[in-house]
């Protein structure tokens, strides 16, 4: 499967969700598709800058909450060190010896909880970070490739609409650098931080209704520059 | 080829694997001394993401790399061949082969006539492939193949390495981490671009440059110059270019 089709077929099984719950589609709505999908028992997401900080935003049952709470309360789990590290942590056996050295009183809360194996998915682009996406199997095994590669593009999806206020996220399209490098640029141009600069950056490629990699290569390329205030024009080709 | 230099380069990229070390500036050094030592053009390095595309985390040229990424948008090219089929491909003559016709024009214009793309395999899996690209037409040396060959499984490797194989999953956590680093850096090149007046290319040098001198990770300065919790300066030395035309608020 290609990532234009997964893609497609993920944001499907979201937008399923929220037509069901008879609302818009928001970030909540990935942890109610993503459990049947990638075949897992529950799922939570929180938003925030780091873990420990975040805002608990929804979970899918109760174990999910206990799972959630406990690193926060014990101050170590998967959550967090996928915060810490950028990369998703894999513990597809928490009953496993590698996973209890790490987190010792995790792993046998997270068991007595009713949790066998733990998934966290950190929602970042590059130096952003928009939260966490958390998924547990009462039952120890790992994600196939297929289920994890499904997983990936929930939390992707995911961290675009809790940086977005769109219906749709635009999509990041197939990965370009020219993206990343323009957002860097315009942390300078607009004097903000990397999340608002890529905020703005795909709010501008969707009010003009342009690709985002167009836009991206006429910031690098220097044809376009974004204005500060927010009240003007979104801006100026030179 | 130069015996010491092959020797050398090893000694280079398997010291360079000690704990910590940075995933992507190692990707980087490992293409331009793939240029280096197998007498090539440029080389790339694609890695497969498992959300179901191929990624380039490294080039030794900003040409390698608008090549490497036309092969994925057109999704054809001698790369992707490899890859899929996690078998080494050659082509001696772009203009002569009929393989791939829009790939073969793009490297003409690219300025390379010869390819040799190699994969990274991890077991039964194929991971990603490192390519070699060449100026000149003509049968590449069976040791270039060779040794070229052992720099994709230091590659490999090196994704690997500062966690125990025993899991399966850890080289799908280290693939997402190296990628999510890659992107890091070109924010961080971004800014840095638009801070001193250069272009991203110059942005990266002086990013790793100023690594170097900090004795500090690629990927974490530039994280935390992204964060603006360092500061990256203009080299002294070289003037601070002027600002092309910045839009003034009324």
Known sequence: MTYVERRGRVWGLIAEQAAARGGRVSAADVCAAVVPEVEVTGAWLSAGLDALAGHLLQVTDEVARQLADLQLTLGEGPLLDASGSSGPVLASELADGEWGTRWPAFGSAASQAGAAAVFAFPLVVGAIRAGVLGLYRNRPGPLSDFQLGDALVFADTATLLLLDAHDRPAGLGSYRAEIDQATGMLTEQLGVGITDAFVRLRAYAYVNDIQLADVARDIVGRRLRLVPDPDLPLGDKT | ?250
């Open chain 2, 1 to 250: 080829m130069d015996g010491q230099l092959l020797s050398a380069t090893f000694v280079e990229l398997t010291d360079t694997m000690v704990a910590d070390f940075d995933i992507i500036d190692f990707l980087h050094v490992l293409t331009q001394r793939s240029v280096e030592l197998l007498d090539v053009s440029a080389a790339g390095l694609l890695l497969a993401d498992p959300r179901g595309e191929l990624r380039v985390v490294a080039a030794s040229s900003e040409a390698a790399r608008v090549l490497e990424l036309f092969q994925l948008q057109s999704d054809q090219g001698p790369c992707l061949d490899c890859f899929r089929s996690g078998q080494p491909v050659v082509c001696i003559d772009l203009s002569a082969d009929p393989r791939w016709p829009q790939f073969a024009d793009q490297a003409g214009q690219a300025g390379f006539s010869a390819v040799q793309a190699l994969p990274m395999r991890l077991r039964d899996q194929v991971i990603g492939a490192l390519n070699l690209f060449r100026g000149t037409v003509g049968a590449f040396d069976p040791e270039v193949v060779h040794v070229g060959q052992a720099l994709a499984d230091v590659a490999t490797i090196s994704l690997l390495h500062d966690r125990s194989m025993r899991r399966t999953d850890t080289l799908n956590e280290q693939l997402q981490t190296a990628l999510n680093s890659r992107v890091v850096i070109e924010q961080a090149k971004g800014k840095l671009a638009e801070r001193l007046g250069i272009d991203v290319n110059q942005a990266f040098t002086l990013l790793r440059d100023q690594a170097r001198n900090r004795n500090q990770r690629l990927s974490d300065l530039a994280r935390a110059f992204v964060d603006g919790t360092q500061v990256i300066a203009a080299p002294s030395g070289s003037p601070r270019t002027s600002r092309p035309g910045r839009i003034r608020q009324p």
